[in-house]
Every structure is written in C-alpha cells, then in structure tokens.
C-alpha cells in the first residue's frame, strides 16, 4: 500500500505532458503483456497431444488390375475369366502331354484389365499370370489394336475365342479374336517412312529361358511370331497353335543403298518369316494358316537397281517391277540354327524329333 501511495504522489508531482507520456507507456506494457500470454497459450495447445480417439478399421487397397480368384480352390485368374481346356489335348489327345505343363485353367481376360491402350490392358493382363506363377490371357472375340512390338513373359499363353471353323485347313477359317499391328504406309519422297513404324513383333521377353509359352487360336495381322533364344538357351515347351498370320515382312537392312538409291526405296527382307521358333525341346506349330489375306504389298515406281556387272544404275518407271512383297520370304521356321534336330509332319502338323545326343 506504501508504494502506491508513493507512486501516486509521484504521479501527481509531474505536470500534464509528463503524466500523458507514463501513461501511454503503461498501457503500452500492459498490451505487450497481454500479447506475450495469447503467443504463450497458443504454442501450449499446439503443442499437446490429441485427445484419444477410436482408431479408424484398415481397409485393404486393391488395384484395378489386381487378378480376382475365378476358380473355386484356386488362387488364379481374373473375374471374367474364359476357356479353360487344353485346346492340344482337346484335338490330338495325349500326343503332346508336355502342354498340360501349361495353366490353362488360370485365365485371366484382358477385359479385366485397366488400361488407356490395348498394349497396356495386355501388360497388366500377362503380368498378373507371370506373377501367378503362369496362365492365359484370354482375348474373347474382336478387335485389339497393338502400336508397338508385345512380348510374353515365361508361362503365359496367349490364347483367342474358339474359332466357328476349327480346321486352319479350310478356306474359312478365322479367328475371331483378332490382334492388329501398325500398317507401313509407305512415302515415296525424301527418306520415306521410318522403319520402326512398322514391322512389329512377338516375342519373349527372357527369349532363352521363358517356357510354357505360346500363341492359341488367335488372328495376328502385320505382327511375326519369333520365339528365339540362344543355341545354349533353357527355354521349352512352346506352342504356335490355331493362328491366322498375315502381312508380315521386314525391310532389308541393306536398301537403299544410298550410293545409287534414293532415300524412300525399300526392300522386303526374304529371311523375314511369319512364325520363327527354337528352343531346346518340344515345340508344336499345328493348325495354323498363313498368307491368304495379303493386303499390304505396294509397288515402287521410279525404283533404281545396278545391272549384273554393276557398272551403270537401272530405273524402273513400272512399280510393279520391284515390289514391296509381304510374301516372298519363309512361312515357319523352326530350329533352323540347331545340329541334330528333323522337322517331321504328322497328320497335317509339324513337330520336332531330336536325334544324335548333344541335346
């Protein structure tokens, strides 16, 4: 109580101008005080831990390509699913047991699969049933456009709807599950059209170890099938069964050549071929039909050749005289690079015999 008092004395002692001037620095204080608690408190509460609350229940994530068990007792396949049988036992019987090595019964049908293209749908299709330990990936009936090489992963089988004619011998046969590759769409000007747009593949993506592999009773247009590995390579059991192959070619490597051709000119490569195979045991190609829907072969007019002695250039104003041919070149190949092995036709199909040891 004495020191207010005192302070009051004091206050009073001061005149105006010097009373005005502790005032205002009081409230100046007491504002800054106040301001210092708020920041205080503040700090306090965000610092403090949350008040319990339940915790919320897991829920599993699942992918829109995730692979949905369509078989009772089996962990395979995706919901749609499709055939299952083995298409080998179903027309040959127990000729070729090695293809029941094959998951048949794990389908997994590339309408299940989320994708922006086909090629994407496909993807997540075959890595599920790469990843499944195996399978098929079932094309049911229509069209599926690839702009770009696909490649099989070990123990997957491409496989279309039943085709309405099942014998490849008859002029209507036809799959109707059709996988459709770029066209070349030649340009007879400059460089002409880039290679790479055309003159696409299938193949394996581990071409000397992926087994239990294959293509069943589909359409492929503008796409070889080549399943190659190396001569020392482990890769078996491969299956080219019930497949319509049209439009196949390559372009030779060595055309134009740019010493006396123009920069468009193109040659089809006679060593391409429409299925290509080998592997260390039991290949089947049965049932298949090649080149009788040809529709991409063109003329070349104004194409330039040398003459046998090579001493003058001849230019053919006739397009028809060097064509573009997606059919001059070999149909199957099988093995071609290994000693020891026969290709033997039976029945209208062709297998390998092996003889002689060293394989």
Not at 151 to 173: E, F, I, M, T, W
Not at 288 to 295: E, F, G, M, Q, S
Not at 309 to 338: A, M, Q
Request: hydrophobic share 35%.
């Amino acid at each position: 109580m004495m020191v207010i008092r005192r302070l009051q004395r004091w206050m009073n002692s001061l005149d105006r101008p010097q009373r005005k001037l502790w005032q205002f620095l009081s409230l100046a204080g007491f504002f800054s005080c106040v301001a210092v608690a708020i920041y205080s408190l503040s700090l306090f509460l965000h610092n403090s831990p949350p008040p319990n609350t339940p915790a919320k229940p897991a829920v599993a994530s699942i992918s829109a390509a995730a692979p949905v068990a369509q078989f009772p007792g089996k962990n395979c396949g995706s919901a749609a699913g499709g055939p299952t049988d083995n298409p080998v036992a179903a027309k040959y019987g127990n000729d070729y047991s090695w293809t029941s090595e094959i998951k048949w019964n794990c389908v997994y049908n590339i309408t299940d699969f989320a994708g922006n293209t086909d090629i994407d749908k496909f993807n997540a299709a075959r890595d599920a049933a790469a990843s499944n330990g195996g399978g098929v990936v079932y094309f049911p009936a229509g069209e599926y456009k690839f702009e770009d090489n696909i490649y099989l992963k070990n123990g997957v089988v491409l496989r279309g709807d039943n085709p309405p004619v099942a014998d490849a011998k008859s002029s209507n046969y036809a799959p109707s599950s059709r996988l459709v590759f770029p066209k070349y769409e030649p340009r007879f000007t400059g460089n002409g059209t880039p290679n790479d747009t055309a003159f696409k593949k299938i193949s394996p993506e581990n071409p000397s170890v992926d087994s239990n592999i294959g293509l069943v009773n589909l359409d492929v247009n503008r796409a070889a099938i080549s399943i190659v590995g190396s001569e020392e390579g482990q890769h078996q059991n491969i299956l080219v069964f019930g497949v319509r192959s049209n439009n196949v070619a390559s372009a030779d490597a060595q055309v134009p050549d740019v010493s006396f051709q123009d920069g468009w000119m193109r040659y089809s490569d006679r060593f391409a071929t429409n299925i290509k195979l080998n592997g260390r045991a039991n290949i089947l190609v049965a049932n298949n039909r090649l080149n009788d829907a040809v529709t991409d072969s063109y003329e070349q007019p104004g194409y330039k050749v040398k003459t046998a002695d090579g001493k003058s250039v001849l230019t053919y104003r006739e397009g028809n005289k060097v064509p573009f041919s997606y059919t001059d070149h070999y149909g199957i190949v099988v093995n071609r690079s290994k000693s020891g092995v026969l290709l033997w036709r039976r029945r209208g199909r062709w297998s390998l015999l092996y003889f002689g040891g060293g394989l």
